[in-house]
């Protein structure tokens, strides 16, 4: 399973770390003829997930300030080093008085704001959701080459992990016999489809998306990789698994009714006939950091169990052979 390296915050021994990296540093840069990276001294992210590459990355020194969500296990895996440096919301007015010399914002969220330090002349850098391994990658190496040498060197090694742990499950996947069809529900309602970072953690896990086969996407109503289907409709696409995203210890809300849905109950009551329902911790999907591939990791012994031929027909193929 993928352990993210101990992050600056937690721990003070970051040079010789970095010296050792030098080889990987150079191989995660896009240009290794550029000039070394100049790092900037006060950065502040106005997104949750560009919270957390900063204070994975970054030295603490450098963190000026990250949004308050960053703090909130449920949404956060840096939560606890979230809680180390100082919170600031995500205004114009707020962060310019900090006077940062870099900000980290998304592509979407606080884009008023965004828009309004750049007019004050502010540097703002714009990341883009993850949606796959390639992009998580991609944000590493862009964080990493924002924030200067030491943060270089940190994103290179998070990149060798990952990339080590994806090689991993891929070929884990690639073995198994056969991919079984899951359906997955997020916490908000809706439903995993093709596209994003969910998606690629589904299949990386050994299943295949059920929304991908069964349902045409044209007409329906989506926001990125996740679909509005009625939930009825999906079950009767008879999915060998359910995958039901959970946010343990939020507040009670309507958005998160669809996992408590009567039909998942009636579906539970049919015993060993039923699809297997399996949870999915939604603070690991909700950027696109290394540790998302956790839920793949999660994922693919279930894949092998259920993939795997029933014991008289495991019998069978032996006498044949």
């Known amino acids: 399973m993928f352990r993210p390296s ?51 990355l970054a030295d603490p020194g450098q963190v000026a300030g990250i949004g308050p969500l960053a703090r909130d296990p449920k949404l956060s895996v840096e939560s606890a080093n979230a809680a180390l440096v ?6 114009a007015e707020t962060v310019h008085a900090l006077k ?9 969220g606080a884009t008023a704001a965004a828009a309004a330090l750049e007019r004050l002349g502010v540097r703002v850098e714009r990341f883009r959701p993850a949606d796959s391994v390639a992009t998580i990658r991609a944000g590493l190496i862009r964080a990493g080459q924002l924030l200067g040498p030491q943060a270089e060197r940190r994103a290179a090694d998070e990149i060798a992990r990952l990339d080590a742990h ?27 489809g093709p596209g994003g970072l969910a998606h690629a953690m589904l299949t990386l896990g050994g299943f295949s998306n059920i929304m991908a086969e069964r349902f045409n996407p044209d007409g329906r109503a989506r926001r990125g990789g996740d679909w509005r289907v009625e939930l009825e409709a999906a079950i009767r696409a008879a999915p060998d698994v359910i995958l039901v995203e959970t946010m343990p210890g939020a507040a009670p809300a309507l958005v998160h009714r669809l996992p408590r849905h009567p039909a998942l109950a009636r579906l539970t009551a049919l015993g060993g006939t039923a699809p297997d329902i399996i949870e999915v911790p939604g603070n690991l999907l909700v950027c696109g950091l290394p540790d998302a591939l956790d839920i793949a990791e999660r994922l693919l012994p279930v894949a092998a169990r259920l993939a795997a031929p029933p014991p008289a027909a495991a019998t069978r193929e032996e006498a044949k052979s």
Not at 40 to 56: A, E, H, M, Y
Not at 100 to 105: G, I, Q, T, Y
Not at 167 to 188: C, F, Q, V, Y
């Open 100 to 108: 940062p010399d870099l900000v980290l914002a998304g592509r979407f």
């Open 86 to 91: 100082p919170q600031v919301s995500a205004s």
């Open 6 to 56: 101990p992050s600056p915050f937690s721990r003070a021994v970051v040079i010789m770390a970095g010296l050792f990296m030098a080889t990987p540093v150079m191989a995660a840069r896009a240009d290794p003829a550029a000039p070394a990276p100049v790092r900037p001294g006060r950065v502040v992210s106005i997104n949750l997930c560009t919270d957390q590459l900063l204070l994975r």
């Open 166 to 192: 994806a090689a991993r499950l891929e070929a884990l996947a690639a073995a198994l016999p056969h991919r079984l069809r899951a359906l997955m529900l997020r916490a908000d309602g809706s439903m995993v």
